[in-house]
């Protein structure tokens, strides 16, 4: 009986105390000895195009992580959606009593303009490595090798840290598990979401539909950079996002400037008074009752207070000489919806540019949005505000009649693709992956509240009833939705590590 008793207290000790079965040094020598091959990976799945408006171009993406995965004994299945991509789900039991983790993957990226990439294409993945005037000379990949002195060269393609990046750290971690010959105490499904730069529109029914393979205890999204100074973080919250296009007319085709400049109205003006009417000269929208419902506590300032922010260096790095002031600090702007003009067109520039009226004006609009804000309410919010600006509103090319009757017409279209979510700090799945990162890394993690970002995770948050944390491991400046997006070698190492200290990290 004593001895059965001890059995039970010692199973009892080792399922819920945060004890190690990898050492920090363990961690970082089995990590050394997966570079060459997560090197060979990254660079693989980096020349494959992904951007989801091309639904062909996915498709090898899909094969390429069902192999990854099903050679490291991971189950496979594609789960439908409404449109012609599927999510992946990738799951391995550990632990038949145990309690399940969900991991989030993205795998899609933002679309490429090849003319303003410094490389021959944005799929073609580049080494490079930074001169002393700053700039980026590209290197032969054979003088990548575990002991060159690589911490600080750059992988640039498109993806390398949104987010092909983390998919290959994770698929590194678990190399290192099985060459470490441990198992963690819990369950792992993965899913990989292939439409997320879309706003992955069909993910909440999806989720809906596919609940129960979906069931777990848990959410950890990998993606995303860190804490600016590229320390280690998790972050507790996202905000979700919603998107406006609006489109105001004038002439019917573009028009001579010398013949009908001072006549017909032009859009582009006619544009620029309608956006500049939502905010005014400190950056806060104008739009009565945006920001309703936000009300920081001094609990909450206190937790924002925590992240070690450097206000004076955030502002150098952006090259910005004054902020907005929609929050007194970064981490307080972030706790509020925001409205962002993300893309302008009107007529021709540069090479193109001609004497014209313009026939339209389109401003491309996203609000993020944060857990206190039905994101209906505030799109509807924009909407009435083109209206009471004495827009008539069309959904489609406005009629010649319309034309006739209504001095100013307006193109609004919409869409809210996922809310906001937030978890406690001091949540289970918070506490064991500060356990883990802690043990790691020496210190505990930067927290952060909320992320300005938006990840597709409510769908799963609301539906599944799981609480979701960010781990973020690329490298803040890395570009990523721009120009020349890259990943940091060192993040890339730093990220293995991350993946394979939570592996290792018994789950109570």
């Known amino acids: 009986m004593k001895i059965a008793y001890l059995l039970l207290l010692l199973f009892w000790i080792w399922t819920d105390s945060p004890s190690q079965s990898l050492s920090p040094q363990q961690i970082e020598n089995l990590t050394q000895q997966q570079l060459p091959t997560a090197w060979n990976d990254f660079r693989a799945l980096l020349s494959l195009p992904n951007d989801a408006h091309y639904p062909d171009d996915i498709e090898p ?3 390429w992580l069902d192999s990854a995965f099903h050679s490291r004994q991971f189950q496979t299945t594609r789960l439908s959606t409404k449109g012609s991509i599927p999510l992946l789900l990738a799951e391995r039991q550990f632990a038949p009593s145990g309690k399940t983790v969900l991991i989030y993957l993205q795998a899609d990226g933002q679309p490429v303009d090849p003319t303003r990439w410094n490389q021959s294409h944005p799929f073609t993945p580049v080494l490079k490595t930074q001169t002393e005037d700053g700039s980026w000379q590209e290197m032969d990949w054979k003088q990548l090798a575990p002991k060159a002195d690589y911490q600080d060269w750059r992988v640039f393609a498109r993806s390398a ?19 470490a ?43 995303g950079p860190p804490h600016i100074s590229n320390q280690p973080t998790l972050k507790f919250g996202a905000r979700g996002i919603a998107t406006i296009t609006l489109t ?77 002031k929609v929050g007194e600090t970064y981490q307080e702007a972030l706790q509020y919806p ?103 890394f020496g210190e505990s993690p930067i927290k952060i509240r909320t992320t300005g970002g938006s990840v597709p995770i409510a769908p799963f948050v609301n539906t599944l009833g799981i609480p979701a944390v960010i781990v973020p ?31 290792a990290q018994p789950l109570p």
């Open 61 to 63: 993406n899909i094969t």
């Open 161 to 179: 840290s949104d987010a092909k990046g983390p998919i290959i750290m994770f698929l590194a971690a678990l190399d290192a598990m099985e060459q």
């Open 181 to 223: 010959g441990f198992t963690p105490n819990y369950n792992i499904k993965v899913i990989i979401d292939f439409e997320e730069e879309l706003g992955s529109p069909h993910l909440p029914a999806a989720v809906k539909v596919h609940q129960e393979a979906l069931a777990a205890d848990m959410l950890i999204i990998y993606d």
């Open 248 to 324: 105001v007319y004038g002439p019917r085709v573009p028009q001579h400037s010398g013949h009908y400049g001072n006549y017909a109205p032009n859009p582009g003006f006619r544009l620029s008074h309608l956006l500049a009417s939502m905010k005014d000269e400190r950056g806060k929208v104008t739009i009565l009752g945006f920001y309703d419902g936000i009300n920081l506590s001094e609990d909450t300032k206190n937790i924002l207070q925590q992240v070690p922010d450097d206000e004076t260096a955030i502002q150098q790095q952006l090259g910005i000489a004054e902020t907005d």
């Open 338 to 440: 925001s409205l962002n003009i993300r893309g302008l067109s009107s007529g021709w520039v540069a090479q193109r540019v001609r004497t014209i009226v313009p026939s339209t004006a389109t401003a491309e609009i996203d609000i993020r949005l944060v857990m206190e804000s039905d994101p209906e309410r505030l799109v509807r919010l924009v909407r009435e505000h083109v209206e009471q600006q004495s827009y008539h509103l069309v959904d489609s090319l406005p009629t010649d009649e319309e034309r006739s009757t209504y001095p100013k017409i307006a193109f609004f279209r919409s869409q809210i693709s996922y809310p906001a979510f937030r978890t406690k700090l001091d949540s289970e799945v918070g506490n064991w992956l500060s356990a883990a990162l802690t043990h790691h």
């Open 473 to 503: 491991t690329v490298n803040p400046d890395n570009n990523q939705h721009s120009p020349n997006e890259n990943l940091r070698l060192g993040n890339l190492t730093r990220g293995i590590e991350t993946y394979l200290s939570i592996l």
